[in-house]
């Protein structure tokens, strides 16, 4: 397939300067059933028949596993193929191998221990179903035994695992940073990456975000195929599996956060009144993260939340605010005073948007701060609203995620979102869309325009 010699090509690519291969370490993050299996054979095969006295060795979850698939499917495809007969099979336990006859080189499995790979120099490591390794000890034993080999490759490749696919997790961190950095810098290391997976904003249900994630559709896996695999798993292990996504640990349920009703709520099709808009800001506790959220009184009374901008840092916000004031007009633009974002409030007044003069006749754009007796009002009335069905929404994953993920805490007699406890996920997006439906309601004589906006300049 197209992907499969894309990967071949670039990661098995000479350097001219050296004479030999120009990527010491290879990682690869592919869906499940893509072709993934056929993409390592075929490098292992190669390295065996290309060059002579090489040592290969692949392992995969366990050494039973690494086994089973070195026979059951590594042998079954050679002998299916025109390779037939060019390599002999040593099936002797603890000494597996399949040698090829002209090169004498082989091609063995190991263990997932700190010893896998310890012994003979290694020519090609193979890390296989990497989700499954806990930490990196398998590296760390494969890397010294290739230190004396100047042709030496490792590879590793997975499919998506869970938040306790240590080593997974940080490879795939790993390799997008390299690529980042890569393209800022023009200084390409000694590293290949390869990666197809569908970002959180991607609809799982949609088929324009499998074609993105899924290099085999339409080659040996079928749209309807993944259509039925939608209809009968859980959609986060469909996230995992298919559009390569981290399955994350759900956190224990709060009584306060109205996670089913939130998916009874879903409209596709909605879309905001822009005439009757407000929009909030929120910063993670980290402030790594910020979201901007907007609220929407439509003619059928009910409102309509929407995630409009999520990004890291926190240095966008506010002229993004302010461009947003600008060309939608807003009913107010809401911050929590006592939170993260609060902090912006000095950059929010750079580009105008400050509290109203006139506590009694705010303008259309004004800050509206939220206070602490408002921020449990403001919880309140989002989940009253979620739950008699009066709040509609498109289903943005980093919006639904976030319900998903929320935790409570105590606000005096009432509670509120709760940064800290809400560790697995930012919740950013719904502080927002929160403060913007409360901010709505309560600017709510701003956007039916009952006086003349002159006279409150004058």
Not at 298 to 316: K, M, S
């Amino acid at each position: 397939m197209p992907w499969q010699r894309y990967v071949l090509d670039v990661a098995l690519e000479i350097d001219p300067a050296t004479g030999c291969l120009a990527y010491r370490k290879v990682g690869l993050s592919v869906p499940r059933q893509q072709g993934k299996t056929e993409t390592i054979l075929t490098v292992m095969v190669h390295r065996i028949m290309a060059w002579e006295r090489q040592h290969v060795t692949y392992t995969a979850q366990t050494r039973i596993d690494a086994r089973r698939r070195w026979e059951d499917e590594f042998l079954v495809k050679l002998d299916e193929s025109k390779l037939k007969g060019k390599y002999h099979p040593r099936k002797t336990t603890g000494n597996e191998a399949i040698i090829w006859r002209s090169t004498r080189s082989r091609l063995g499995i190991t263990s997932t221990t700190e010893k896998a790979g310890h012994g003979p120099p290694l020519d090609c490591g193979m890390i296989d179903e990497a989700f499954a390794h806990k930490d990196d000890r398998v590296e760390q034993a494969m890397s010294p035994a290739m230190l004396t080999r100047g042709n030496a490759q490792m590879w590793w490749a997975s499919a998506g695992g869970t938040d306790q696919a240590v080593f997974l997790n940080e490879k795939r961190k790993q390799g997008r940073e390299l690529i980042e950095r890569a393209w800022l810098t023009g200084d390409w290391p000694a590293v290949a990456y390869f990666e197809w997976y569908a970002p959180d904003q991607l609809r799982r249900d949609d088929p324009a975000t499998w074609y993105v994630c899924m290099p085999a559709l339409g080659y040996t896996v079928t749209p309807e195929i993944i259509r039925t695999e939608l209809a009968s798993l859980d959609a986060s292990e469909f996230d995992r599996a298919y559009l390569n996504r981290t399955k994350e640990a759900r956190p224990p349920a709060d009584p306060n956060v109205p996670r089913d009703e939130w998916a009874r709520c879903v409209v596709a099709e909605s879309r905001p009144d822009t005439s009757r808009l407000a929009f909030a800001a929120e910063v993670s506790t980290l402030r790594d993260w910020s979201s901007i959220s907007a609220a929407s009184l439509l003619p059928d009374g009910r409102i309509h939340v929407e995630l409009v901008d999520r990004r890291p840092g926190t240095d966008w916000v506010a002229p993004a605010l302010a461009r947003l004031r600008d060309v939608w007009d807003p009913m107010a633009v809401a911050i929590d005073s006592k939170g993260p974002v609060a902090s912006l409030a000095g950059e929010l007044a750079g580009y105008g948007i400050t509290p109203p003069e006139d506590e009694e006749k705010p303008l259309r754009g004004d800050l509206a701060l939220l206070r602490t007796p408002d921020v449990a009002v403001a919880c309140g009335q989002f989940a009253d609203a979620v739950r008699r069905g009066t709040v509609v929404h498109i289903d943005q994953p980093a919006l639904t995620g976030a319900i998903n993920g929320a935790r409570t805490r105590p606000l005096t007699d009432a509670w509120a979102w709760s940064r800290s406890r809400s560790e697995s996920v930012d919740i950013s997006p719904l502080v927002a869309a929160t403060h913007a439906l409360w901010v709505l309601r309560l600017r709510a004589d701003v956007a039916q325009a009952e006086y003349d906006v002159l006279d409150s300049v004058l």
